[in-house]
């Protein structure tokens, strides 16, 4: 089993930035691909941005040029740093790791941008 242990989320004024991290432990091999999704209330949870082992980043379109992923192998530790915050960016963040035994999800870390 992987553990996801999600940090950064707050609440910010529109305009802001805030950078979430989530460091994996456990059972940890080889780790694929890493990566963040958000659910806002209502909503179902989506795609933020996602950087796999070899290749490039995908974002979604919403955060591109504001968002940026990078990943830290060493660490086994992804990021997300959020500039530019709008309100429509409110949501629950949870973390995802794809490994070859399976895809983990983190607790999820609210981040909240006030108007």
């Known amino acids: 089993q992987v553990q996801l242990v999600e940090s950064g989320g707050g609440l910010v004024q529109a305009g802001g930035s805030l950078r979430l991290s989530c460091a994996a432990s456990?059972?940890?091999?080889?780790?694929?691909?890493m990566g963040w999704y958000r659910q806002a209330p209502g909503k179902q949870r989506e795609l933020v941005a996602r950087?796999?082992?070899?290749?490039?980043?995908n974002y979604a379109d919403s955060v591109k040029g504001r968002f940026t992923i990078s990943r830290d192998n060493a660490k086994n530790t992804v990021y997300l740093q959020m500039n530019s915050l709008k309100p429509e960016d409110t949501a629950t963040y949870y973390c995802?790791?794809?490994?070859?035994?399976?895809?983990?999800w983190g607790q999820g870390t609210q981040v909240t941008v006030s108007s």
């Open positions: 950087a796999p082992s070899v290749g490039n980043t």
């Open positions: 995802n790791v794809h490994q070859g035994d399976g895809n983990y």
């Open positions: 456990g059972s940890i091999f080889s780790i694929n691909t």
